[in-house]
């Protein structure tokens, strides 16, 4: 009798699975753009009260976006499921928002 392999379990679960990744993608960027308008919302704020264009140091660019990256991950495995049979349309507008609202929960602890 042979051992369980895991290759041959990934392969036959990439082999069998349906799902699109066109639209996995599609609501992937869809999270994440949601989460960077977010940030860059608030500065556009900031620049209409009378402040500068400040973004930030580069680290400080670099480090909301991996938080971003993070972010867009974690929702994502969630997000998925609800959302994979609407039209692409509504899917990808719906992850924006929904990306754009999850940054207003977590941007206040990335400050």
């Known amino acids: 009798m042979q051992s369980f392999s895991f290759n041959d379990a990934i392969r036959f679960r990439l082999a069998t699975q349906q799902e699109d990744t066109g639209a996995k993608t599609q609501v992937f960027l869809g999270v994440f753009v949601g989460v960077l308008l977010r940030w860059l919302y608030g ?13 930030g140091s580069l680290s400080v660019v670099i480090a909301r976006i991996v938080i971003a990256l993070i972010v867009t991950l974690f929702v994502f495995s969630g ?5 994979k049979e609407q039209p692409a349309g509504m899917r990808f507008l719906n992850s924006l928002v929904y990306g754009f609202s999850i940054d207003a929960l977590v941007g206040p602890w990335t400050y």
């Open 79 to 83: 997000y998925w499921g609800k959302v």
């Open 43 to 55: 500065i556009v704020v900031d620049v209409v009260m009378g402040g500068p264009w400040n973004f």
